[in-house]
C-alpha cells in the first residue's frame, strides 16, 4: 500500500516573515496527522526560517529548483549541497514552469534528478503536456517521453526514491482540472512506463501525486482513485484552512 503524500509549491509566494508565521501554523494545525506524508515546497530565501519552524515536526520542506553542478562559477543558481546543508529533503524538478518559461530541457532535468539522488535530496519529478498535445491525442507520448528522459542513468534502487507528479499544464492555476477518472488514468499508464523501464514492483511502489488546480472541494474524489497517491498543490497550498483540508483529505 502506497502510503499518501500531499505537497504544497508555494511558488514565488510568502516574504520569509510570512512563510515561518505561516509554518508555525500549518505545524499546529497538522500536528496530528500521521499517516500521510506533507510536504512545502518553498523559495530559496525561505528555506532557512521554513527549516527552522518545522524541525521535529513530521513535515519536510523541499526547494523548488537546483542547479546539478556541487558548486562552481554558476551566479544565481543554488546547488544540490547547499540545499541539503540547509535542511532540504526534497527538491521539485521539472515543473511545468521551468520547463515551459525558463526553458529547461530533459537533458538538464535528468542531470537535476541525478545530481539530487547523488547528494541525498529526494525528487518530485513533474511531467504533464499541454492543451495542444492533449487535444491531438498526445498525453500519453508526452508522459512517456518525459518520464523516459528523466530517469536515464538511474539505477532501479534510485529510481524507487522519485516522487512523480503529474501535473497537466493546461490545468495548472487555471481553475480547470482534470477529472479524476481522467488523471487516474494517465497515472496508471505512468505506472505501465515504469514497469517497462524497470519492473512491476518499481511500477506499483512509486508514489505519484496529481498537481493541477487542486481544491479542498476536488481532493477527495481526486484520493479515491486507484492510482492517485497524493497531489502537489499550488494557490490552494498558499491558505491555511485549504491546504489543511486537503491534507485531511477523507
Not at 44 to 57: C, D, M, P, R
Not at 239 to 249: N, Q, W
Request: aromatic share 8%; charged share 30%.
Amino acid at each position: 500500500m502506497r502510503r499518501a503524500f500531499i505537497a504544497g509549491n508555494w511558488k514565488m509566494y510568502k516574504t520569509p516573515t510570512e512563510a515561518k508565521a505561516f509554518a508555525r501554523e500549518l505545524r499546529s494545525a497538522l500536528a496530528d496527522v500521521k499517516d500521510r506524508d506533507i510536504l512545502v515546497g518553498v523559495s530559496f530565501v525561505n528555506i532557512a526560517g521554513v527549516v527552522e519552524e518545522l524541525k521535529g515536526s513530521q513535515i519536510w520542506v523541499a526547494a523548488q529548483n537546483m542547479y546539478y553542478e556541487k558548486e562552481g562559477a554558476f551566479t544565481g543558481e543554488v546547488s544540490p549541497v547547499q540545499l541539503k546543508d540547509a535542511g532540504v529533503t526534497h527538491v521539485i524538478l521539472g515543473h511545468s514552469e521551468r520547463r515551459h518559461i525558463f526553458g529547461e530541457t530533459d537533458e538538464m532535468i535528468n542531470k537535476k534528478v541525478r545530481a539530487a539522488l547523488d547528494h541525498g535530496l529526494l525528487p518530485i519529478l513533474c511531467v504533464g503536456e499541454l492543451l495542444e498535445e492533449r487535444e491531438k491525442g498526445e498525453t500519453e507520448k508526452v508522459c512517456k517521453h518525459q518520464v523516459v528522459e528523466a530517469y536515464k542513468g538511474l539505477s532501479r534502487e534510485e529510481a524507487l526514491k522519485v516522487t512523480i507528479a503529474y501535473e497537466p499544464v493546461w490545468a495548472i492555476g487555471t481553475g480547470k482540472t482534470a477529472t479524476p477518472e481522467d488523471a487516474n488514468q494517465v497515472h496508471a499508464f505512468i505506472r505501465k512506463v515504469l514497469a517497462e523501464l524497470y519492473d512491476q514492483d518499481v511500477a506499483e511502489k512509486t508514489c505519484i501525486q496529481y498537481g493541477g488546480s487542486v481544491k479542498p472541494e476536488n481532493i477527495d474524489a481526486l484520493m479515491a482513485q486507484e492510482h492517485i497517491d497524493g497531489a502537489l498543490v499550488g494557490g490552494a497550498s498558499l491558505k491555511l484552512d485549504s491546504f489543511v483540508r486537503i491534507v485531511r483529505f477523507q
